[in-house]
């Protein structure tokens, strides 16, 4: 049984927020990921959110999620002695994720060619904004900025008012370092067929395409910029079609779409409707399953008004309930909180809770996305402390002396 499929490689993982999730992927998966952070602490440590720590300081709850089963070692990669010191930690090492903006690596002297004389078996996946090429490799990105130069921002928000920025963080960041373990999979597959490294360049930005892969036909054919359309959906080219619901106690998402697709749906809806005495009379006319809304599209206001009156007299879960007795697509719209107690995540054991360090409680964190027979994919260790596995590493793995890390703990290098 193969429980960590990565379990024999280890991976360095450079400072900085951008190549956070990759990194946690693979030690999930059981590869060794080793955080090289500045003295002091790597600067992902305070970005917000933050959370309060026992001692009166706050740590930042992105780097809390996504330093889950990594070690730490701190080095100051601006002096001679640091950089030295990682091109030995290179020695035995498989993959190098490097987040830094395009051109820094070379700045310190330790560009790709330079890693590979150091190891020629190295895969170096370097996250950035927009690539290492190109005539935007040198800006800086952000989560918005790589949306709004995608176009998804544009289409995002009320049709009748601005774009509006995607509510949840990171969101590119997290994408874009999927992506990137994908690549760094194939380029060890690469390795082991041809013996040599490769560079993987995984540009943030480019990852927007594919969250919108579809969607950029609809100019290329037929010359369509796809606007804001709030909450609701198109069907064809001239009927929207209403999403979202308010009912007693929230929200909840109904599509509306009779015909073959949906009118068994909408059928079993308005038998529901017609019980409690809340279906207009002429719904009894309507053929649900023949109903083409392109045709008879002056009915959809009416129809809508009538869903809705309905649906307010509803909690989201009496909707849910009917939603999965009958098989339709209906939704409630929960909240975090709702979300820790659903019973579908519940009985696929979703969540597991880890200790986040000293100062800090427990909490629950995703479990693996997917199930694979044999593999276990999950942190294996709470988020490290800064520079906490430096005498392991150091010392008892590069073969440091206890007198040559305190030297250089003295002069900053470690």
Same mark, same amino acid.
Request: proline share 7%.
């Given at each position: 049984?193969?429980?960590? /499929?990565l %379990?024999a490689y280890?991976?360095?993982? $450079? =400072?900085?927020?951008? #190549? !956070?999730?990759? @990194?946690?992927?693979?030690?999930d998966?059981?590869?060794?990921?080793?955080?090289?952070? /500045?003295? %002091?602490?790597?600067?992902?440590?305070? $970005? =917000?959110?933050?959370? #309060? !720590?026992?001692? @009166?300081?706050?740590?930042?709850?992105?780097?809390?999620?996504?330093?889950?089963?990594?070690?730490?070692?701190?080095?100051?990669?601006?002096?001679?002695?640091?950089?030295?010191?990682?091109?030995?930690?290179?020695?035995?090492?498989?993959?190098?994720?490097?987040?830094?903006?395009?051109?820094?690596?070379?700045?310190?002297?330790?560009?790709?060619?330079?890693?590979?004389?150091?190891?020629?078996?190295?895969?170096?996946?370097?996250?950035?904004s927009?690539?290492?090429?190109?005539?935007?490799?040198?800006?800086?990105?952000?989560?918005?900025?790589?949306?709004?130069?995608?176009?998804?921002?544009?289409m995002?928000?009320?049709?009748?008012?601005?774009?509006?920025?995607?509510?949840?963080?990171?969101?590119?960041?997290?994408?874009?370092?999927?992506?990137?373990?994908?690549?760094?999979?194939?380029?060890?597959?690469?390795?082991?067929?041809?013996?040599?490294?490769?560079?993987?360049?995984?540009?943030i930005?480019?990852?927007?395409?594919?969250?919108?892969a579809?969607?950029?036909?609809?100019?290329?054919?037929?010359?369509?910029?796809?606007?804001?359309?709030?909450?609701?959906?198109?069907?064809?080219?001239?009927?929207?079609?209403?999403?979202?619901?308010?009912?007693?106690?929230?929200?909840?998402?109904w599509?509306?779409?009779?015909?073959?697709i949906?009118?068994?749906?909408?059928?079993?809806?308005?038998?529901?409707?017609?019980?409690?005495?809340?279906?207009?009379?002429?719904?009894?006319?309507?053929?649900?399953d023949?109903?083409?809304?392109?045709?008879?599209?002056?009915?959809?206001?009416?129809?809508?008004?009538?869903?809705?009156?309905?649906?307010?007299?509803?909690?989201?879960?009496e909707?849910?309930?009917?939603?999965?007795?009958?098989?339709?697509?209906?939704?409630?719209?929960?909240?975090?909180?709702?979300?820790?107690?659903?019973?579908?995540?519940?009985?696929?054991?979703?969540?597991?809770?880890?200790?986040?360090?000293p100062?800090?409680?427990?909490?629950?964190?995703?479990?693996?996305?997917?199930?694979?027979?044999?593999?276990?994919?999950?942190?294996?260790?709470?988020?490290?402390?800064?520079?906490?596995?430096?005498?392991?590493?150091?010392?008892?793995?590069?073969?440091?002396?206890?007198?040559?890390?305190?030297?250089?703990?003295?002069?900053?290098?470690?």
């Amino acid at each position: 049984m193969l429980e960590r /499929p990565l %379990g024999a490689y280890r991976v360095i993982e $450079l =400072p900085g927020p951008v #190549p !956070l999730f990759a @990194g946690k992927l693979l030690a999930d998966l059981g590869a060794d990921v080793i955080k090289v952070e /500045p003295p %002091g602490g790597d600067e992902a440590r305070f $970005l =917000p959110p933050l959370a #309060p !720590l026992g001692d @009166g300081g706050d740590i930042g709850l992105l780097w809390v999620a996504y330093s889950l089963g990594k070690r730490s070692v701190t080095l100051d990669l601006h002096q001679e002695e640091g950089r030295h010191l990682f091109l030995r930690l290179l020695e035995g090492t498989d993959v190098l994720l490097d987040g830094f903006p395009p051109g820094e690596l070379e700045g310190l002297g330790l560009g790709y060619e330079r890693l590979q004389q150091a190891n020629p078996r190295l895969v170096l996946t370097s996250i950035s904004s927009f690539g290492q090429t190109g005539p935007y490799s040198r800006w800086r990105g952000s989560d918005l900025v790589h949306f709004a130069l995608g176009g998804y921002l544009y289409m995002t928000g009320p049709e009748d008012g601005p774009p509006l920025k995607v509510s949840a963080p990171w969101q590119t960041l997290l994408f874009g370092g999927s992506h990137a373990v994908m690549a760094t999979l194939l380029a060890l597959r690469w390795r082991r067929q041809t013996g040599r490294g490769a560079r993987v360049d995984q540009a943030i930005r480019d990852t927007v395409l594919w969250m919108l892969a579809n969607t950029y036909q609809h100019y290329d054919l037929a010359g369509i910029n796809v606007r804001r359309r709030g909450s609701a959906r198109d069907l064809g080219s001239v009927v929207r079609l209403r999403a979202v619901y308010r009912c007693r106690d929230g929200y909840v998402v109904w599509m509306f779409v009779p015909g073959h697709i949906g009118g068994r749906d909408a059928r079993a809806l308005v038998q529901w409707m017609a019980k409690e005495g809340m279906a207009p009379d002429w719904f009894a006319t309507v053929d649900w399953d023949d109903l083409d809304l392109l045709e008879r599209r002056e009915l959809l206001p009416e129809l809508e008004r009538a869903f809705a009156d309905f649906f307010a007299t509803k909690t989201k879960r009496e909707l849910f309930r009917w939603a999965m007795e009958h098989r339709a697509m209906l939704a409630p719209m929960r909240t975090l909180g709702e979300v820790f107690q659903d019973e579908q995540l519940a009985e696929r054991e979703a969540w597991r809770t880890v200790e986040l360090g000293p100062g800090l409680p427990q909490a629950r964190v995703p479990g693996p996305p997917v199930r694979l027979d044999g593999v276990r994919w999950e942190p294996r260790s709470r988020p490290p402390l800064p520079g906490e596995h430096n005498r392991e590493i150091y010392v008892g793995e590069l073969g440091l002396t206890e007198a040559e890390l305190t030297a250089l703990a003295e002069r900053g290098v470690v």
